[in-house]
């Protein structure tokens, strides 16, 4: 009989690299280890940048605050979360970028005590005389238009009292007039004391959204101040 099996043959499905100079071998598991590797590299440095790129921002842009109290009813309630604009007041040297008008909801360092921070409402601007009487408030004589404010919240009549605001100061009240620990009581606030101001709520949901400004239209007719007037932490 005839033997048709041959010596030595080479089966036919195995590849060698002495087959042809060109062919490239892989090693699909060490190759799927340093794909993994180098992928986890890329993941854990995005990661670094990204917190990098937060940090950054949170120390020169914006700074997420907590709000502690019922000072700012019912504008801003007990336990939000508030974003702070720290470049608009952001100063190099003695020069800001921006600057603080009457109206804006800003967060400060208190006077009396840096280690803590309060938010209130700017009312009186440097140079001007912030008279309270009757409840109500008068800046250079003439009454404000606040319309940011609630009946509810502004029920008693506080002593009355006239105040300078002198240069590099800023007077600041509460929208919860009767509870409020604030210009009236332990004076204004150094500008170098206020770092930011406060325009997005994003949390809780149902408020979600950027704060009201307080504003004074000057076309308002306006109520002097010596005329007699009978109407009625976050601290």
């Known amino acids: 009989m005839l033997d048709l099996r041959k010596r030595n043959q080479v089966e036919f499905g195995l590849v060698s690299v002495f087959d042809d100079t060109d062919i490239e071998v892989t090693h699909i598991a060490k190759e799927s280890r340093q794909g993994l590797l180098t992928e986890g590299f890329k993941l854990v440095r995005d990661i670094f940048l990204i917190i990098i790129v937060f940090v950054l921002f949170g120390v020169f842009f914006v700074q997420p605050v907590v709000v502690e109290g019922t000072s700012m009813l019912p504008q801003l309630h007990d336990g939000e979360r508030l974003l702070v604009n720290k470049l608009v007041y952001y100063r190099i040297q003695s020069v800001r970028w921006g600057h603080i008008e009457r109206g804006d909801i800003v967060v400060f360092w208190f006077p009396n005590d ?3 921070s309060y938010v209130k409402r700017v009312i009186g601007l440097p140079g001007e005389t912030v008279e309270i009487k009757s409840g109500r408030v008068y800046v250079d004589g003439k009454q404000l ?3 940011y404010l609630d009946k ?3 029920q008693t009549m506080p002593p009355p009292m006239q105040k300078k605001v ?3 100061h800023y007077f600041v009240m509460g929208d919860n ?3 409020s620990s604030d210009s009236r009581y332990w004076g204004l606030v150094p500008e170098k004391y206020i770092y930011g101001k406060a325009f997005f709520r994003y ?3 149902n408020n979600i959204g950027f704060l009201e400004h307080g504003e004074y239209d000057p076309s308002i007719p306006t109520t002097p101040a010596n005329k007699s007037d009978s109407s009625s932490d976050d601290k």
Do not use: G
């Open 177 to 179: 007039r009767d509870n």
């Open 166 to 168: 002198d240069e590099h």
């Open 203 to 205: 949390w809780k949901p």
């Open 145 to 147: 238009n606040e319309d």
């Open 114 to 116: 840096p280690d803590k």
């Open 152 to 154: 509810e919240f502004t």
